[in-house]
């Protein structure tokens, strides 16, 4: 009995500790891929960097590898204001495909 509970307990927390992918597709708000994008997984307790990626040609990233947990990601592109959101694992999939992410243009005003 004491072999059926260790194995049990054994094979959850080996499928809890799996690693997983997030993947998605950043855009600006005419549509268009956002290159050279810096995505980074942060501890959404203190916001410590965790992982981090940079966008392709068309706007893609991938970050491999990355705990099964909560994080906050944030988006950061020259010109538009910084992305954030909440991304936590739901299911038992091992990528999460966040899909189009849109950044807007960031607007600041100017004291005269």
Do not use: C, W
């Amino acid at each position: 009995m004491k072999k059926i509970l260790f194995l049990f307990v054994f094979l959850h927390t080996a499928a809890y500790a799996q690693k997983i992918s997030i993947q998605g597709r950043l855009l600006d708000d005419a549509g268009q891929g956002l290159p050279s994008a810096t995505v980074m997984l942060l501890s959404p307790a203190d916001s410590s960097l965790l992982n981090f990626s940079i966008s392709d040609p068309n706007g893609n990233f991938l970050i491999k590898n990355a705990a099964r947990t909560k994080y906050l990601l944030r988006v950061s592109f020259v010109g538009l204001a910084t992305l954030n959101k909440i991304v936590e694992p739901t299911t038992d999939d091992l990528l999460i495909d966040l899909g189009d992410l849109r950044m807007e243009q960031e607007s600041k005003q100017l004291n005269e």
